[in-house]
């Protein structure tokens, strides 16, 4: 059964350092998604991607983050200065449609830590 | 603007239990209705859904059914197993708009022999 894979499971980075979370969506799938979520706490929307471009972001998503699909199976997450708050679980999602009730795959995350 | 609650976590049972995890949401739009699980290690996947009024989602012997005036999507299941430990998530996506999920914050479920 195809899955959406994420590495590496665990990142642990200095403050201020950048990281590149790493996601490889379901084949067919066109709709791409990073959610994350604070120990404690809720599941967090971030962003969604979508034929090459970002569709919808929250309000987390800063100039911090970034978002890129540099080839035909990757899906990748980048914060370039990480701070003490951006340790939390990172979810990739994908899914085959963006419409309304279609389900959405996820991956089994990355824990990062900010020392 | 877009929320979802859920009933406060950890539930524990015995095996053979019945269940309900409450949950309810506050939406601008008409929302979709899912139930997603993490079992230990892994990701979050989708238990079932509901995308409109009175319907009822189902799988794995459990059910929800989508009460719009309640603003409603409580999970059931009349006899939990050992292997229904996990945390279960209520979430909504709108009609709208990219299809992000909203979530509540998960309710840790642990079935005990």
């Known amino acids: 059964e195809p899955e959406v894979t994420q590495t590496p499971s665990h990142q642990v980075t200095q403050m201020g350092q950048e990281v590149i979370l790493r996601c490889v969506p379901i084949s067919n799938h066109l709709y791409f998604y990073w959610y994350r979520q604070i120990l404690g706490q809720k599941v967090e929307f971030l962003v969604s991607f979508y034929n090459n471009e970002i569709s919808e972001k929250s309000e987390i998503f800063d100039d911090q983050f970034s978002v890129e699909r540099p080839d035909g199976s990757n899906f990748t997450l980048k914060i370039r200065s990480t701070k003490l708050e951006d340790s939390a679980m990172y979810f990739c999602?994908?899914?085959?449609?963006?419409?309304?009730?279609?389900?959405?795959?996820f991956g089994p995350g990355t824990r990062l830590t900010v020392l | 603007g877009n929320s979802v609650t859920q009933m406060e976590g950890p539930v524990t049972l015995s095996e053979e239990a019945f269940l309900t995890i409450n949950c309810t949401y506050t939406?601008?739009?008409?929302?979709?209705l899912f139930w997603y699980v993490q079992y230990p290690g892994e990701g979050l996947q989708l238990l079932l859904k509901?995308?409109?009024?009175?319907d009822k989602g189902s799988n794995k012997g459990f059910e929800a059914t989508y009460r719009k005036e309640t603003t409603s999507f409580h999970l059931e299941k009349g006899s939990v197993q050992v292997s229904d430990s996990a945390v279960y998530f209520c979430a909504l996506t709108l009609i709208q708009g990219a299809q992000k999920l909203v979530f509540g914050q998960g309710t840790r479920l642990t079935i005990n022999p």
């Open positions: 939406a601008t739009g008409y929302p979709s």
């Open positions: 999602a994908s899914s085959e449609y963006g419409r309304a009730g279609n389900e959405q795959f």
């Open positions: 509901a995308t409109k009024a009175d």
